[in-house]
């Protein structure tokens, strides 16, 4: 089956703008996970989404930064006012039910903030 | 501190040689552990998951320390498709559901 997916797969936009980047998860999974990978660094984690309940925002690194889980399914990455600093590969990822289970992750979006 | 350590590498190591990483994490109270494997550019995938009893998938052969706090990676008879960057992955256990990734081992295999 499909498995997650993200757009666009490369985003390079000037300082100060914002963008929007998509992940489509797996059909059927409940948590949905957003995290940034910077050059050579760990995954870092940013927002997760666990069905209908209230997100956990936790990583999130400043308010500039801000995800909404759409009908439970579709999530977007919104970032305002683009930094340097924000330049990262964003990976989403999906598990069924979260916890333990398995995270799937999708091929990234790589964001190039000019 | 970090809370999840690993040493970056790269390990360098012939075909055939058997290479071990180790990983230590800071929250005692941490349930889950894995390892997820990540190729040059490419998207993290799952590799094992770590039981405390010790497990093994062919070549590969996770281990957990609770006491130490520390998560072992073995790989027999090294493949150059092994190389690539192996990160220890835990759930911290503290509310939030999601895994806390360390830096990542990265490994070459050289023929």
């Known amino acids: 089956g499909a498995g997650v997916s993200q757009s666009p797969s490369n985003k390079v936009t000037e300082k100060g703008k914002d963008v929007e980047l998509r992940c489509d998860p797996i059909s059927g999974h409940t948590a949905l996970y957003w995290y940034r990978q910077s050059l050579g660094q760990g995954l870092e984690f940013l927002i997760y989404f666990q069905g209908n309940s209230a997100p956990d925002k936790s990583g999130l690194p400043s308010d500039r930064f801000s995800a909404e889980r759409t009908g439970g399914s579709v999530s977007t990455l919104t970032i305002q006012r683009t930094q340097q600093e924000d330049s990262a590969v964003y990976l989403c990822a999906s598990s069924l039910a979260g916890g333990r289970d398995t995270q799937y992750f999708g091929p990234g979006t790589r964001l190039t903030v000019l | 501190r970090k809370e999840v350590e690993q040493d970056p590498g790269p390990f360098n190591v012939p075909e055939g040689a058997t290479v071990a990483f180790n990983c230590t994490y800071s929250?005692?109270?941490?349930?889950?552990f894995f390892w997820y494997r990540q190729d040059c550019r490419k998207e993290p995938k799952l590799l094992m998951s770590?039981?405390?009893s010790g497990n093994e998938d062919g070549r590969f052969t996770a281990q957990l320390n609770r006491a130490s706090q520390y998560i072992s990676l073995l790989i027999r008879d090294s493949k150059l498709s092994d190389s690539a960057t192996y990160l220890c992955v835990v759930n911290p256990s503290t509310g939030r559901r999601a895994l806390t990734f360390g830096s990542g081992t990265r490994l070459q295999v050289q023929p």
């Open positions: 929250n005692s109270a941490s349930q889950s």
């Open positions: 770590v039981y405390s």
